[in-house]
């Protein structure tokens, strides 16, 4: 407990100033940690595959630079679409290299790639594909959102870290006190109903708040944007009554989001025998134990937002 206390203020005193210090150069840093931890995780989950069968060192290492590949391109993708600007797709336009790094290129490009393995690649067969292309596809994507949504704004990523942080506490509580119902035994055997239930709704509640008293809240702070979507989509073509509505729905389906992303890392290790993913955060584990829900809940909260923003488009 000692030591899972001290990673955890370790942790805290790093990875907080890169989440709220406003600058480009913190985004460009939030960036390079995002990078660092997609390699760490599909490190992760090539040692993850090992235990059942070693993953030769070149499909390693291509999987790695493809996982980035993909990452890029949901970066670069997502940024255009959304109007925002970074460092990737500075370094990709300057470069001309735009449709290099269309997401239907790099997606069609992976699997020649990882097919071609077949035949050219000794003792790699096809289950061997099947783990590496999703392995890909799991980092790559949710890597990804989580990067477009610091691009985004501060708010987005101090929400998304609101929603999931609160699930995970609250559902605990919940548990402890009312839990008699369990949700996935096979899974995660402590889990409960009761408690997926209730960190849904204190999670939703405060996520709900977030959204809907930010203009207070920017205005105290004298953050720039004023209200939580400006500049994501027509907001106010939603009303009120919509804005509200809207705000609930979304925290409620990041929250569920949260709780599946946290039973997929659980039962990938439970299929494959392991406690941790790594040892990287002492106490903690490893990328993929401390950042699963949040991972998975970004790809989703992304979703929301490009579906939104293609619904209500900005005048």
């Known amino acids: 407990m000692k030591q899972r206390i ?41 040692a993850m595959y090992s235990k059942e069968k070693r993953i030769g060192i070149p499909m390693r290492i291509i999987s790695i630079i493809l ?12 940024s255009k679409n959304l109007g925002i600007s970074s460092i990737v797709t500075k370094g990709i336009d300057h470069i001309n290299l735009s449709t290099a790094f269309q997401p239907v290129t790099v997606l069609l490009f992976m699997l020649i790639v990882l097919m071609s393995g077949l035949v050219f690649v000794h003792d790699y067969n096809v289950s061997d594909l099947g783990k590496l292309y999703i392995a890909i596809l799991y980092v790559s994507l949710c890597a990804g959102a989580l990067s477009v949504l610091r691009l985004l704004g501060i708010r987005f990523i101090v929400y998304l ?6 699930t995970d506490i609250f559902a605990l509580v919940f548990g402890m006190l009312l839990g008699k119902h369990k949700m996935a035994p096979n899974i995660s055997p402590k889990k409960t109903w009761e408690g ?17 008293f930010y203009p207070y809240v920017s205005k105290l702070f004298g953050f720039g944007d004023v209200d939580f979507f400006k500049n994501v989509f027509d907001y106010q073509k939603l009303g009120m009554f919509g804005l509200v509505l809207f705000a609930i729905l979304l925290s409620i389906s990041l929250s569920v989001s ?17 406690k941790d993913y790594s040892n990287i955060f002492p106490g903690h584990g490893g990328v ?9 809940a970004s790809a989703i909260f992304l979703l929301f937002i490009f579906v939104i923003s293609h619904l209500l488009p900005i005048a």
């Open 67 to 78: 996982m980035l590949f993909l990452y890029l391109s949901v970066t670069y993708m997502a």
């Open 6 to 46: 001290i990673t955890g203020i370790l942790m805290a005193i790093i990875l907080v100033p890169l989440v709220l210090v406003p600058s480009e150069a913190m985004e460009r840093v939030f960036e390079f940690v995002v990078m660092l931890f997609a390699v760490i995780a599909m490190l992760e989950l090539l």
């Open 258 to 274: 949260s709780q599946i992303g946290d039973l997929i890392a659980s039962k990938l290790k439970r299929n494959f025998g392991i």
């Open 196 to 212: 997926a239930i209730g960190g849904t709704i204190v999670a939703s509640i405060l996520g709900s708040l977030l959204i809907i």
């Open 288 to 296: 993929l134990d401390r950042f699963d829900s949040a991972f998975f």
């Open 161 to 166: 870290f609101v929603i999931t942080i609160s």
